[in-house]
């Protein structure tokens, strides 16, 4: 295969090495707060202070995190790789930006934007939200953060599907494979044929419906991994 259409999944597990906790560690952020609280459209109605604290906490942790190797091996696949690389990450990190990937399209929404819940603007996240800001656009006191939450559906899915679709390659990096409809691309794409490829610390959920795994640290194993295909 001369030029491969790639398609790559990240998780929160790319984001470990670089201080960002995954949503299963134990004293994280996450541990500390119940996911119906700070993770639902109804969590938001019900006590939107602490969804915003939750949010602006995230997004200053985040604000100061670096990428590393995996982050860097991904910008530089893009960069190099002769054919499609489509980058999906679930994380609303700035990590693969900050390391160098344009156009990483971010399922799960962004922690940088902001979202008007009536008029569906987005604008660039001031580091520090406030329950109630205007909506730059209508004015109206209906910003939050512009986070896929349960419930709600992912965007820019048509884009990830079709590129599936096409898809010679299917990565998953740092996901634990738990949370649909992202822990199906590797049914879809091994539909079409992709050659299947996990590399996360533990075995995902889906791990037996990839072709290759390589366990370990994603600093460690997608370097490899992009090595070998840009040397291919
Ligand atoms: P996750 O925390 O469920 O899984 C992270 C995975 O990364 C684990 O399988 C772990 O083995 C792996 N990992 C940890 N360190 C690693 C490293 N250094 N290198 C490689 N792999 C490493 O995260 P996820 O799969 O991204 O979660 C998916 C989505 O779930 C999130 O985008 C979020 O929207 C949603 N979510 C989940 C929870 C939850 O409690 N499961 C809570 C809120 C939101």
Redesign the pocket.
């Known amino acids: 295969m001369t030029h491969p259409n790639i398609v790559i999944l990240?998780?929160?597990?790319?984001s470990?090495?670089s201080g960002l906790?995954?949503?299963?560690?134990e004293g994280g952020l996450?541990a500390q707060h119940r996911?119906e609280d700070?993770?639902t459209p109804e969590g938001f109605a019900r006590n939107p202070q602490l969804v915003v604290d939750f949010y602006n906490a995230r997004r200053a942790q985040a604000a100061e995190a670096t990428p590393n190797p995996?982050h860097l091996a991904l910008a530089r696949l893009q960069a190099e790789h002769s054919g499609q690389v489509l980058l999906v990450?679930?994380?609303?990190d700035s990590l693969h930006e900050k390391a160098g990937s344009t156009n990483a399209v971010h399922?799960?929404g962004a922690l940088a934007s902001a979202l008007c819940a009536a008029c569906e603007v987005r604008w660039e996240a001031p580091l520090t939200m406030h329950v109630g800001e205007a909506c730059p656009s209508c004015s109206r006191p209906t910003a939050r953060p512009d986070?896929?939450w349960?419930g709600e559906i992912p965007y820019h899915m048509d884009r990830i599907e079709r590129a599936l679709m096409e898809a010679d390659i299917f990565a998953a990096?740092?996901?634990?494979?738990?949370?649909y409809p992202?822990?199906g691309f590797v049914q879809m794409a091994a539909h079409v044929g992709a050659k299947t490829v996990e590399?996360?610390?533990?075995?995902?959920a889906t791990v037996n419906l990839f072709e290759e795994v390589r366990p370990?640290?994603?600093?460690e194993?997608?370097p490899q991994w992009v090595d070998s295909l840009l040397s291919d």
């Not at 370990?216 to 600093?219: N, R, T």
């Open positions: 990240t998780g929160a597990g790319i470990a090495e906790g995954t949503f299963r560690d996450w996911i700070v993770a995996a990450t679930q994380n609303v399922m799960h986070i896929v349960f990096i740092g996901t634990s494979g738990n949370v992202a822990a590399m996360n610390l533990d075995p995902s370990g640290k994603a600093s194993t997608v």
